[in-house]
């Protein structure tokens, strides 16, 4: 007797998310803010709930949370078992993760230091997996400065960059204290946010099923 099959289950997906999407992934979504009235915060808030809204496991990674102190020794560097335990356990978390959004604010047309000082504590934790870029700024330029650098810093760092970004000026006027999009400006974020996202999933998707065809070659 043939047994019919869905054709996600025979991709090995056991459920659709309530974007329709098949494929479930693991997605960090990392901010690095340390000012004490930080505005990014609520564009962070949004991209995880948009994130878990698609389906996905979306988890947010806050640098001022974690308090990596500033880089002396790279994860790798430390002989195994002995990283402090929140490195070790960020560890954990970016090398199971099938993609990453980094949400970043633009200092004097520059990063954030708090973000950058907690990516560079890992390499190869990094590689083969697509990264997305949300930027953002209190004023009319959304952080597109400070984008353009991540674009560069996150290539070589061994992640695919899509080619969709979200850039989100006058924060506070897009969205609210509880990441609520408001106004034009929240209007414009809510429409652009489903085709980001699908960009994601699509590279998420290819790079996942890659590696169960072939081992990265490094």
Do not use: C
């Amino acid at each position: 007797m043939l047994e019919t099959r869905r054709p996600e289950e025979e991709r090995g997906f056991d459920r659709l998310s309530p974007s329709g999407y098949e494929n479930i992934m693991n997605i960090l979504v990392l901010y690095g803010s340390y000012r004490r009235d930080r505005a990014g915060i609520r564009l962070a808030n949004y991209t995880v709930m948009e994130l878990a809204k698609r389906g996905h496991n979306a988890e947010l990674i806050d640098a001022q949370a974690i308090g990596l102190p500033m880089l002396d020794r790279m994860y790798k560097e430390y002989p195994a078992g002995e990283a402090p335990s929140k490195l070790e356990a960020l560890a954990a978390k970016i090398r199971a993760a099938d993609a990453f959004v980094f949400v970043t604010g633009e200092y004097n047309w520059g990063v954030q230091p708090g973000l950058k000082n907690l990516t560079d504590h890992f390499l190869e934790e990094w590689f083969w997996r697509p990264a997305a870029i949300v930027s953002y700024s209190a004023g009319r330029f959304a952080g597109a400065r400070s984008a353009l650098i991540w674009h560069g810093t996150l290539s070589e760092m061994g992640m695919i960059v899509i080619s969709s970004t979200i850039a989100v000026g006058q924060i506070t006027h897009a969205l609210d204290a509880d990441a609520n999009p408001t106004g034009e400006g929240g209007e414009a974020l809510a429409r652009a946010f489903p085709r980001f996202a699908a960009d994601l999933e699509w590279w998420a998707e290819a790079a996942k099923d890659q590696k169960t065809r072939k081992a990265p070659p490094y």
